[in-house]
């Protein structure tokens, strides 16, 4: 026979485990941030005209270096810009996205990336 006192352990346990198991899940969250590539003013070097894979190379290397854990990165280059601007600063037409777990959204921020 279950007593009143072993009713409450139990409810009390299951709940404890329940928020246990959300605040867990909470902190493996990925977010998506993206940077539009410039020319060569990007902080990681390079130049706008690198292969994805050395962009992304150099992109996650940078942001290790932050003591950000990168999950995923991409590269797309697809968009319409109208490059015309030549100085280091302008904008090349690619789209830099990155992925990271959500307890490195405001390092991401400081370091000037937007979220997605």
Known sequence: ???PMNRFAILTLSLGLFLL??????????????WEQTLCADPWGGNGS???LETEAAVRNFLEDQNIEVEDI???DSSKLDVTCLACTCLNGVRIIVQVKSQY???????????N
């Open 1 to 3: 026979m279950k007593t």
């Open 21 to 34: 198991l959300v605040s867990c899940s909470k902190e493996d969250n990925t977010l998506s941030f993206y």
């Open 105 to 115: 959204s405001e390092d991401m921020l400081a370091l000037k990336f937007k979220a």
């Open 74 to 76: 991409s590269v797309d």
């Open 50 to 52: 690198s292969p994805s």
